[in-house]
């Protein structure tokens, strides 16, 4: 079955824990649940949050009144960062399971919002261990994502890798596929970073591939996305870079996913576009007869091919991406 990227499965077990616990309200609260969770589900975040809020007013019992408020502040993660600590601070799980998903909630806004790392990996691993407590995998594994991600933003990229294959091998025996294109995803990233180049971006092929033979999107695209930032800014080459971006965007635009992803791949995008106008090949290639230079180039990239959706084999690649696409045409009379 697709994915529900807007509802990732640990999200989604806390949601179904939620619905089991209303089933004995009143009609009305069951639907307004259903309608918040079919809006964020289609990434109607704004119309979801107004839907909790609407939950939030009813007399749910401060067990329920708390899971609700859990859900609420998640679509808030786009929001100015003040709010989301505003109703963060609000908050007063009533069991264990809810000091999971707060914490969790706090980690990541701590590391995607304010930027602080330490503070977010003491979360994670604050939720990994009482999620293994509890026997919850999906929450466990979450936030040994999260927690790599962490670790990479501190240059902790070995560590970084670890934790990858931890998910990877933590999702593969306990049936949790979505994770593992995603583990893949970051493990391609830190690769990269510690200079295994090759490595990096034949994880980041397998985790498109796998996404793609279980019909993970979302999943699809962020790889491709992760593809397209690696050629852009740590190979600086822009042509592919532009290709796997386009390839990213239309991919996302298949399905619910958050704005700030969507608009994040338009920025990256526009920026390689402008840093390709900006180069001056001319000047760096010197008196390089460009006629070699183009074969060379082309030799190279067939050589380490590692396969391009919408470009099939080594010889579509030739055709597709060549030094031309790199604004020689603009600089010199081939």
Known sequence: M????????????????????????????????????DHLENARVYDAYLEFNELLKMRLGPTLQTHVQLQAVRCLRDAPVERSKTELALIDPQDAYQTIVLDYRLGWLMRHRLMSVAAALQYFDRVREEARRLGSRTWEIAALLEKATALMAQGSYEQGIEVCMRVYNLSRRNG?????????????????????????????????????????????????????????YDFKFYGLALEYYQQARATLDQVPVWPSLLERVDEDAAAAQRELAELDIAKILGPIPINRLRQEYLTSLVNGFVGIPGIDNRSQLGERIGLTRQAIHRNINS
């Open 2 to 37: 697709p994915s529900a990227p807007m509802i990732p499965a640990h999200e989604r077990e806390h949601a179904d824990r939620v619905t089991d616990a209303l089933s004995s309200q009143p009609s009305a609260v069951q639907e307004r649940w259903t309608r918040a969770l």
């Open 176 to 232: 949790l596929v979505e994770y593992i294109p995603k583990a893949l995803t970051l493990k391609g990233f830190a690769l990269v970073k510690v200079g295994k180049h090759h490595q990096g971006e034949e994880a980041l092929q397998k985790a498109h591939e796998l996404a793609t033979r279980n019909e993970l999107v979302a999943e699809q695209g962020l790889a491709l996305h992760q593809l397209a930032q690696i050629y852009h």
